[in-house]
């Protein structure tokens, strides 16, 4: 069974500048959740979609982050003037559906100069 | 008070020996609880999941629950230089969020 997918694995860019991500879920999984991990912190997460649909952004910073899961299946992640507190891995991860156990992708580093 | 509470250690523990992490949570109401392990410069991998109170063994591993207590460890038998990682614990909130802890760097001594 092949695993979460993201893209790219690294991203340096300057502050004020704009990024993108991207994750494909494991196949069949409905719930896909994308975090954002802090050096030294646990993941926190930022959204979470079941099917196209979010059920829970309220910790995604809406002035700057946008995230779409438009048919249902693979998903991007932007931010939309970075800033230096931006700097973090940014993690994708699915279930099968909520409460269950979650498989995370490999995450793709951003540093912010 | 956060969520979900574990001691960032470093736990320093010799090999062969056993190692036990704790973590501790506020929503009583909560009802998955979840091990991932974390390798430096990885994504977090899930090791164990338990969801009701007791000790479930899943080989090395023994995950503990006391709801009661608002409590799950994780305990590491035969601890390997290989286990050597951070540990990170991981509740669902009464809403369906995971919360993680912010995890237990774990250094196994040859």
């Known amino acids: 069974e092949a695993g979460v997918a993201q893209s790219p694995r690294y991203k340096i860019i300057e502050k004020r500048q704009s990024v993108a991500f991207w994750c494909n879920p494991i196949s069949g999984h409905a719930t896909l959740y994308w975090y954002q991990q802090i050096l030294g912190q646990g993941p926190k997460l930022l959204i979470q979609f079941q099917n196209n649909g979010v059920v829970d952004d309220s910790q995604l910073p809406k002035d700057r982050f946008s995230a779409e899961r438009l048919k249902g299946v693979d998903s991007t992640l932007k931010i939309q003037p970075a800033k230096l507190e931006d700097s973090a891995v940014y993690l994708c991860?699915?279930?099968?559906?909520?409460?269950?156990?979650?498989?995370f992708g490999d995450g793709t580093r951003l540093s912010i100069l | 008070q956060k969520e979900v509470e574990q001691n960032s250690g470093p736990l320093s523990v010799p090999e062969g020996a056993i190692a036990s992490l704790n973590c501790t949570y506020s929503d009583r109401g909560s009802q998955s609880f979840f091990w991932y392990r974390q390798y430096s410069g990885k994504s977090p991998e899930l090791i164990m999941s338990?969801?009701?109170?007791g000790d479930k063994e899943d080989g090395r591993f023994t995950a503990q629950l006391n709801k009661a207590s608002q409590y799950v460890s994780l305990l590491i038998r035969d601890s390997q230089p290989s286990d050597s990682a951070t540990y990170l614990c991981a509740v669902t909130s009464n809403t369906g969020k995971l919360i993680f802890g912010q995890g237990t760097t774990l250094q196994v001594k040859p």
């Open positions: 991860a699915s279930s099968t559906g909520a409460d269950q156990p979650q498989h």
């Open positions: 338990i969801y009701s109170n």
